[in-house]
């Protein structure tokens, strides 16, 4: 990496020179973020990772479609992820992959450390207390045609195993209930017409000035020349029906959660 470049990055956040004095040299791979209770390093650390890590991981922290780089927002969500083992990674990188290691001081690594802490994506803590097994069978009926769970099911919605790890419990009933109020990315939906006079709806898989590749209702993945549509939106409703409490009951819902959460215990 290009040191000049990255000490110029760096200067230009003065407030930061300060934490960086005051640490650089001192603290070697401590277990604890010596950071953690400055909020100036979460900031300094997402102007590194802008700079430094988001060609291959996304602004956000959240990944790109092009590149086969994790969601560093879900990092936490895993047993056995602990700050010292994220500072780590990111000082030895991951070896047999693209992930490269970084010898920043250890100040912008703990750095690095708290901005991911300040992007994470909390989970559903509780014990949800339904019926597993009828859980299972509801999820097969209303479900399973759109959701894959440990590689079986559809793929029109987003894979759901491991999904009360990575959403909170309240969050989970809006998403069933209210599928539209937040869409998941990589679902956006999309609506238009073909050349062929043939009306398409789907969600939106990747797309650049040129074209439009999209899962389709049927769940086949097509390419489309956008010249060619027309009729086109985006801002569509979710193609996740609404499952209101007369179709799905609280105790339902709450059945089929409990059986999304027992199957990451497998
Ligand atoms: C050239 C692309 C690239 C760059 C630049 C890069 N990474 Fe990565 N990173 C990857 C890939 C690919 C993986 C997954 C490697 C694997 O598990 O096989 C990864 C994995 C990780 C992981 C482990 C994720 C997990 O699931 O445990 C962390 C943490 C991480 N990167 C942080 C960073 C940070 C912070 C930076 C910037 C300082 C950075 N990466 C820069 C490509 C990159
Ligand atoms: C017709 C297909 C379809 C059916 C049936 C369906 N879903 Fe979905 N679901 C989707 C799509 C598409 C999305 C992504 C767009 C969005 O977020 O609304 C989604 C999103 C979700 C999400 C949000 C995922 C995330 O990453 O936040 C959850 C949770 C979910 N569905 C649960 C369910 C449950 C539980 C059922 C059964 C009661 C169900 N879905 C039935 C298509 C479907």
Known sequence: MNRSRHFAIYQSIPVLALVWLASAGSAYAQAVNPLQSDPRAALAGGTIFRAQCATCHGADAKGLETIDAPDLTLIWTRSGSTEESVFRTIRE??????????GFPDAEVWMLVSYLRSVAVEGTT????GNTERGAGLFNDNCSRCHRVDGTGGSLGPDLSNITRRRPLDALFVSVRNPSASIARRYKPVAFLTAENERVQGTIKSEDAFSLQVMDSNQILRGFTKTELTDLTRDGQSLMPAFEVNMLSESELNDILTYLQSNHDR
Do not use: E, K, N
């Open 93 to 102: 990188g991951i070896a047999g992959s693209i992930m490269p290691p970084h």
């Open 126 to 129: 509780d014990r949800i207390a």
